[in-house]
């Protein structure tokens, strides 16, 4: 089993629609979460971390589901600068703040 | 703020040659930085960790004679990639960890493009 593992993609979808985002992670001792975005042929930027209650930030909404070692990231009213490759990313847990990145899921809004 | 610069961005060199970037925290103090280094329409692989004052800590199958890595300031990574050849070609990418209590949130530089021919 990959360490993080996304849905393959890539995703296509019309202005203002709702697309989710899936992610298992292998680690179980993995403490914290976090999706990000990348441009084409930018770094990576933080979009928000993911915490066990879940969180929301505008449109974007994240979800952890530690038993199943699952998150997700919803966006809502998707916009054209919603296009971008999402990354789940995971720490190695403990004090181990090193961050395994999954391979991405590219994401197109179309007008 | 977490501002983090990486210079330069772009590189075209000679196969052969050493290639020095440089990693900075702009506006925080970074005792990690973490070196990426990530192929077209891959994931970001981690190369190493950067400790200041410390030696690096290199992933499996990344070799330390070949990527030099020296954090010599608390704001300060560079890597060097010695007698770089064409398939070191990729897209570098440093990250700071502003270690504070709750949260190891690592931000990212812009990148530097290598390319050896």
């Known amino acids: 089993r990959k360490e993080v593992e996304q849905d393959p993609g890539p995703f296509n979808v019309p202005e203002g629609a709702t697309v989710a985002f899936n992610c298992t992670y292998s680690n179980s001792a993995s403490q914290s979460f976090f999706w990000y975005r990348q441009d084409c042929r930018k770094e990576p930027k933080l979009l928000m971390s993911v915490y066990s209650s879940g969180n929301e930030d505008g449109r974007f909404t994240a979800q952890l589901n530690r038993a199943s070692q699952y998150i997700s990231l919803l966006i809502r009213d998707s916009k054209l600068s919603d296009s971008a490759t999402y990354l789940c990313?995971?720490?190695?847990?403990?004090?181990?703040?090193?961050?395994?990145f999954g391979k991405g899921t590219l994401l197109t809004v179309n007008p | 703020g977490a501002v983090v610069s990486q210079h330069p961005s772009r590189v075209i060199c000679k196969s052969g040659t050493s290639v020095k970037i440089e990693c900075r925290s702009l506006?925080?103090?970074?005792?990690?930085m973490f070196w990426y280094r990530q192929f077209p329409k891959k994931s970001l692989m981690l190369m190493a960790t950067?400790?200041?004052?410390?030696?690096?800590?290199?992933e499996q199958g990344v070799e330390k004679d070949k990527f030099l890595i020296n954090h010599a300031s608390l704001t300060l990574s560079t890597l060097t990639v010695t007698s770089a050849h064409p398939e070191d070609s990729s897209f570098y990418i440093c990250?700071?960890?502003?270690?504070?209590?709750?949260?190891?949130?690592?931000?990212f530089g812009p990148g530097t493009r290598l390319t050896v021919l």
């Open positions: 506006d925080f103090q970074a005792t990690t």
């Open positions: 950067s400790n200041e004052g410390s030696k690096a800590t290199y």
């Open positions: 990250s700071a960890s502003e270690v504070l209590a709750s949260t190891d949130t690592q931000y």
């Open positions: 990313v995971v720490n190695g847990g403990g004090s181990n703040y090193k961050l395994t």
